[in-house]
């Protein structure tokens, strides 16, 4: 599995044994990730404009645009404002602060309507982008060339 349309053809085959697209999603992006593939799909990667902290990264393979957001570990403070003791139990890495970050079917997203959006964070950035505006970013972007990266 080393060039676009060898992934595609991998995930195409992934989608249609499964009937849980969200996962299917999910173990793409690790998968890819663990292969170091990631860069030959990428169409678009966002950053933090304070120190370059990388936020997402948005890939396609076959028909489906995926973004992954950046694990986050969130300062104390922000932590205990914005979260509440259950979800940091249930969801975080570390059962206090660390959150994992998100893998996105980004099409799929977008049909919720046009506010639907995901978070982008690090030390520096709490953003939300849009699953339309990240579509529109990624239109006719060929995999493995994504050009310069949005700062936020
Ligand atoms: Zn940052």
Redesign the pocket.
Known sequence: MSTEDDIGAWWAELEASTTDRDSAIHNAYQQLDNAGLVSKVVVHRYR?R????E?ATVIRVGDAVIARTRDNKLSPGLNLDRTVPAARIKNTLDGRRHWPGHTFDVAKLAEWGPAAGMGME????LGTVLAVDVLATVDGVRPGHPGEPTKL
């Open positions: 933090c304070r120190r370059g902290c936020l690090c030390h520096h950035v």
